[in-house]
């Protein structure tokens, strides 16, 4: 299984940081697991929301192939139990992309080219916390699909 964590703007804190690096290097065992950051844009105090986000999109774009099911975390999203979510990424066949975006949201041609689109709580978390979130649900999905102890059903 390929799987690739498309992000906006780089990872921060030394929690954090340690902690996705903790998780990404335990996916290794399962699937080929890659995060990919795409730079933060400069120069954004005389653009308005809607254009950040078009600004966003085009950079997300390029870093996403017609191949890829792409799956949104976004708030709007469905809602999984670590189990749910672990039979959903095993019905996968293709190379997943789940992306993570700015402050702002996703423009309406992320939305576009979306396959489904996750939500991990009804409550927000930064940007930065979700990253961490995502990662250890990933881990436990996989350990759950490959019947390991991890998750405590």
């Known amino acids: 299984m390929k799987i690739n964590l498309l992000l906006t703007g780089k990872t921060e804190g030394d929690i954090i940081l340690s902690g996705v690096k903790l998780y990404q290097n335990r996916l290794t065992r399962y699937a080929d697991f890659a995060i990919t950051e795409i730079s933060v844009l400069k120069n954004t105090a ?7 986000k078009r600004k966003e999109a085009e950079l997300i774009l390029k870093k996403i192939s017609d191949k890829d099911f792409v799956i949104l975390l976004d708030e709007k999203g469905k809602e999984y139990t670590s189990v749910e979510f672990s039979t959903f990424l095993n019905k996968q066949n293709k190379p997943i992309t789940f992306i993570v975006g700015g402050a702002y949201g996703f423009d309406e041609a992320i939305y576009n080219r979306a ?11 930064t940007h930065q916390m979700i990253r961490l979130i995502f990662v250890e649900q990933l881990y436990r999905a996989m350990t759950i699909l490959n019947g390991e102890p991890y998750h405590h059903s």
């Open 115 to 125: 396959n489904g689109m996750v939500s991990l709580s009804k409550m927000t978390f």
């Open 46 to 52: 005389n653009l308005s929301e809607k254009e950040i």
